[in-house]
């Protein structure tokens, strides 16, 4: 197991389609570490929501919550976010339909209680797995999951070029909708966290944008 003192971890935040996921995959490979993707973290559990017959109005979201049993799966460096031992497809939670209630569930207080310490937990998973850092992706990673992670990155990029990407995955998302209620939402809104190196990733390739990152981790 690495010496604590060795361990970083490395936190990227940014809005939908900013090239969060290809970068922060890139850097994991890149530099040997854990991957964890939050905003999926939040599509699952909005899945398991919607499948039983939840919306972000119900009344028992507190009740519905406390029936789900949170667990990780690795698949290759990246952990799962397994709910009630299922980890749903890709494709199940970049649905339209989760696409259109992430944010909402997302905004709901009790829903981020429920990730925090298990987020948070994920530093020790990837201890135990021998890798040397976790790099964790979302909206409030360096604001509150890890505001003393080793390293903070905010990326960015114009709308034009953020509506490409998603055009290109072939999903059908409101990109300018959903940052904004993550922007205004009570609970942990999107934010560049205090003192995090922002970086416009639409100038550049994922190639670029991974190299650069990584030379500002290794070089600080
Ligand atoms: O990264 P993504 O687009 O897959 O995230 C889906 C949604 O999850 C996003 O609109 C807001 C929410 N989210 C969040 O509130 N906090 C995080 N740390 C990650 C995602």
Do not use: W
């Amino acid at each position: 197991m690495p010496a604590p003192s060795d361990f970083k971890i490395i936190a990227i935040d940014g809005g939908a389609a900013t090239g969060k996921s290809s970068t922060s995959r890139g850097l994991a490979d890149k530099l040997d570490l854990m991957h964890v993707d939050t905003g999926a973290h939040y599509r699952t559990l909005t899945y398991a929501m919607l499948k039983v017959g939840a919306s972000p109005e119900s009344d028992n979201i507190s009740e519905l919550l406390g029936a789900l049993s949170l667990d990780t799966t690795l698949e290759g460096r990246s952990a799962r976010l397994s709910i009630n031992n299922e980890v749903p497809a890709d494709s199940a939670i970049r649905s339209p339909e989760v696409n259109a209630n992430v944010s909402k569930f997302a905004a709901i207080e009790t829903v981020r209680q429920k990730l925090f310490n298990y987020q948070r937990s994920l530093a020790e998973v990837a201890q135990s797995a021998n890798y040397t850092g976790l790099v964790m992706e979302g909206r409030d990673i360096g604001s509150i999951i890890f505001p003393d992670a080793d390293h903070r990155f905010f990326l960015h990029a114009d709308e034009a070029t953020r509506a490409a990407r998603r055009a290109n995955e072939g999903q059908t998302d409101s990109i300018a909708a959903r940052d904004q209620m993550d922007k205004t939402r009570k609970t942990a809104p999107l934010v560049c966290p205090e003192g995090a190196t922002q970086v416009d990733t639409a100038p550049f390739t994922l190639e670029e944008v991974i190299e650069k990152i990584a030379k500002l981790i290794l070089n600080p």
